[in-house]
C-alpha cells in the first residue's frame, strides 16, 4: 500500500517529483545510519531484542502515517519507517544465516521475500478495498491504523515464538575486504542505486502518461503477484547452477523492462513488462541476499552483512532525488534510461569478471604443475 501510493498521495498534497524523492531519500538515508548500528547490536546483544525493537518501530511509524495530513508528516512517518525497516530485514536475513546452511540459503532467503510479499498483498487488498469506497485521504488514514494494529500483532507473537539464534561466544573481529568483497560490494551498490532512480517517478509516470487512477494501479501491478512464490524457486536455482548467473540473467531483464517503460503503446503492454520487471528482482534479490551472508562467520555476522546493506544503502541513497531531477528537468525517460543502462553495464561487468575468475581458477593448476 505504502509503496503504490506513497508518491500519489503526497502528489495529492502538493507534493513536486523532487520533494516525492526525497521521501524515499529520507527512508534510505535512515537505513544508512541506522544499518551500522544495527549490525553490531545483533554480533553484541542478540538477534531477538532487535527484531522486537523493529516491530516496535513499525507500530510507530503506521500510526504517524495514519495522521499524516502533511508532507511534514510523511516525512516523519518515512523515518520511523526506515528505523523499522532498517532493523527488521538485516536481523531477519542474518537470522536465516544463522540457521540455514550456505548450500540452501538462496532458497530460505527467496523464501523470507515470499512471506513478505503475501503480507503485503493482503494489506493491498485492504488497502485498495478501502479506496473503493473512501476518499483517498480517508482510506490512507484508516489503512494505516488497521496497519498499526497488525504490527501490533506481529510484535505480541515475535515476543511469544521467535527464539534467539546467536551464536554463543564474543564477538570476532570483521575482515577488511579482499577483492571479491570489493566486487561483491560495487555490484550490490550499483543494483541499488539504478533501482532507486525509478522508484518515485515510476507511479508518476503512469499517473501523469496513462492517467491511471488509483484504483487501476492494483490491476497495472498485478505481476507482484510473482514476489509471493518465485523468489524461492529462484534461489534455488543459483543454489544449483551458480548464483552469480542467475543475477546476470536477472539485471538484463531488468534492464530491458525498465527501459521500455516510456515507450510502451498500452497499459496491457504495461502489465505484461512490469510482470518481467517483477519476475527479474524475483531472481536477483535472492542470490544477492545469499551471496552477502555467506562471506560471514556466525561471530561476526551482524556487522558484516550491515556492511554490505551499508553499501546498498548508500547506492540507493541519492537514487530519488537523482531520478526525480532527471524526470523534472531533463526528460520523463531519462531515469529510465539511466536505470537501465546501469544495469546493462552492471551485468556486462559481472559476466566479465566471472569469466576472468573462471579462466584464472583454470590456468593455475596448470602453472602449479609446470
Same mark, same amino acid.
Given at each position: 500500500?505504502?509503496?503504490?501510493?506513497?508518491?500519489?498521495?503526497?502528489?495529492?498534497?502538493?507534493?513536486?517529483?523532487?520533494?516525492?524523492?526525497?521521501? #524515499?531519500?529520507?527512508?534510505?538515508?535512515?537505513?544508512?545510519?541506522?544499518?551500522?548500528?544495527?549490525?553490531?547490536?545483533?554480533?553484541?546483544?542478540?538477534?531477538?531484542?532487535?527484531?522486537?525493537?523493529?516491530?516496535?518501530?513499525?507500530?510507530?511509524?503506521?500510526?504517524? #502515517?495514519?495522521?499524516?495530513?502533511?508532507?511534514?508528516?510523511?516525512?516523519?512517518?518515512?523515518? #520511523?519507517?526506515?528505523?523499522?525497516?532498517?532493523?527488521?530485514?538485516?536481523?531477519?536475513?542474518?537470522?536465516?544465516?544463522?540457521?540455514?546452511?550456505?548450500?540452501?540459503?538462496?532458497?530460505?532467503?527467496?523464501?523470507?521475500?515470499?512471506?513478505?510479499?503475501?503480507?503485503?498483498?493482503?494489506?493491498?487488498?485492504?488497502?485498495?478495498?478501502?479506496?473503493? #469506497?473512501?476518499? +483517498?485521504?480517508?482510506?490512507?488514514?484508516?489503512?494505516?491504523?488497521?496497519?498499526?494494529? /497488525?504490527?501490533?500483532?506481529?510484535?505480541?507473537?515475535?515476543?511469544?515464538?521467535?527464539?534467539?539464534?546467536?551464536?554463543?561466544?564474543?564477538?570476532?573481529?570483521?575482515?577488511?575486504?579482499?577483492?571479491?568483497?570489493?566486487? /561483491?560490494?560495487?555490484?550490490?551498490?550499483?543494483?541499488?542505486?539504478?533501482?532507486?532512480?525509478?522508484?518515485?517517478?515510476?507511479?508518476?509516470?503512469?499517473?501523469?502518461?496513462?492517467?491511471?487512477?488509483?484504483?487501476?494501479?492494483?490491476?497495472?501491478?498485478?505481476?507482484?503477484?510473482?514476489?509471493?512464490?518465485?523468489?524461492?524457486?529462484?534461489?534455488?536455482?543459483?543454489?544449483?547452477?551458480?548464483?552469480?548467473?542467475?543475477?546476470?540473467?536477472?539485471?538484463?531483464?531488468?534492464?530491458?523492462?525498465?527501459?521500455?517503460?516510456?515507450? /510502451?503503446?498500452?497499459?496491457?503492454?504495461?502489465?505484461?513488462?512490469?510482470?518481467?520487471?517483477?519476475?527479474?528482482?524475483?531472481?536477483?534479490?535472492?542470490?544477492?541476499?545469499?551471496?552477502?551472508?555467506?562471506?560471514?562467520?556466525?561471530?561476526?555476522?551482524?556487522?558484516?552483512?550491515?556492511?554490505?546493506?551499508?553499501?546498498?544503502?548508500?547506492?540507493?541513497?541519492?537514487?530519488?532525488?537523482?531520478?526525480?531531477?532527471?524526470?523534472?528537468?531533463?526528460?520523463?525517460?531519462?531515469?529510465?534510461?539511466?536505470?537501465?543502462?546501469?544495469?546493462?553495464?552492471?551485468?556486462?561487468?559481472?559476466?566479465?569478471?566471472? +569469466?576472468?575468475?573462471?579462466?584464472?581458477?583454470?590456468?593455475?593448476?596448470?602453472?602449479?604443475?609446470?
Amino acid at each position: 500500500m505504502l509503496s503504490i501510493l506513497l508518491p500519489i498521495y503526497a502528489r495529492q498534497l502538493g507534493a513536486s517529483a523532487t520533494a516525492i524523492g526525497g521521501l #524515499f531519500s529520507v527512508f534510505t538515508a535512515v537505513l544508512l545510519i541506522v544499518r551500522p548500528l544495527t549490525g553490531r547490536a545483533l554480533d553484541r546483544y542478540g538477534r531477538r531484542p532487535l527484531l522486537l525493537l523493529a516491530l516496535t518501530s513499525f507500530v510507530a511509524c503506521m500510526l504517524v #502515517f495514519g495522521r499524516s495530513i502533511d508532507l511534514p508528516h510523511l516525512y516523519a512517518g518515512r523515518v #520511523f519507517h526506515g528505523i523499522g525497516a532498517a532493523m527488521m530485514w538485516l536481523t531477519l536475513r542474518t537470522m536465516v544465516a544463522d540457521t540455514v546452511p550456505n548450500q540452501h540459503r538462496a532458497r530460505i532467503m527467496g523464501r523470507l521475500t515470499e512471506q513478505a510479499a503475501r503480507g503485503s498483498m493482503f494489506g493491498a487488498f485492504f488497502g485498495f478495498t478501502l479506496i473503493g #469506497f473512501l476518499p +483517498l485521504a480517508s482510506a490512507w488514514q484508516w489503512s494505516f491504523l488497521g496497519y498499526a494494529a /497488525l504490527s501490533l500483532i506481529a510484535l505480541a507473537q515475535t515476543w511469544r515464538r521467535v527464539p534467539e539464534t546467536k551464536a554463543e561466544g564474543q564477538p570476532s573481529l570483521v575482515t577488511p575486504w579482499d577483492i571479491n568483497g570489493i566486487a /561483491l560490494s560495487a555490484l550490490v551498490a550499483t543494483v541499488a542505486l539504478a533501482e532507486a532512480l525509478i522508484g518515485p517517478v515510476f507511479l508518476i509516470l503512469l499517473t501523469d502518461r496513462f492517467e491511471l487512477e488509483p484504483t487501476m494501479l492494483g490491476a497495472v501491478m498485478a505481476g507482484g503477484i510473482l514476489y509471493a512464490f518465485l523468489p524461492s524457486r529462484a534461489g534455488a536455482w543459483g543454489d544449483r547452477i551458480g548464483r552469480y548467473r542467475v543475477v546476470v540473467f536477472g539485471l538484463a531483464l531488468a534492464a530491458i523492462a525498465n527501459g521500455s517503460f516510456p515507450f /510502451l503503446p498500452s497499459v496491457w503492454m504495461l502489465i505484461l513488462v512490469y510482470t518481467v520487471l517483477v519476475g527479474a528482482w524475483c531472481m536477483v534479490t535472492p542470490q544477492l541476499d545469499a551471496l552477502i551472508t555467506s562471506r560471514t562467520s556466525a561471530l561476526n555476522r551482524g556487522r558484516t552483512v550491515a556492511r554490505y546493506e551499508f553499501v546498498r544503502g548508500a547506492g540507493a541513497a541519492c537514487g530519488p532525488l537523482v531520478g526525480g531531477w532527471l524526470y523534472d528537468e531533463w526528460h520523463v525517460a531519462a531515469p529510465f534510461i539511466t536505470n537501465s543502462s546501469l544495469l546493462l553495464l552492471t551485468a556486462v561487468t559481472t559476466t566479465v569478471v566471472m +569469466l576472468y575468475s573462471r579462466t584464472k581458477g583454470a590456468a593455475k593448476p596448470n602453472l602449479d604443475h609446470a
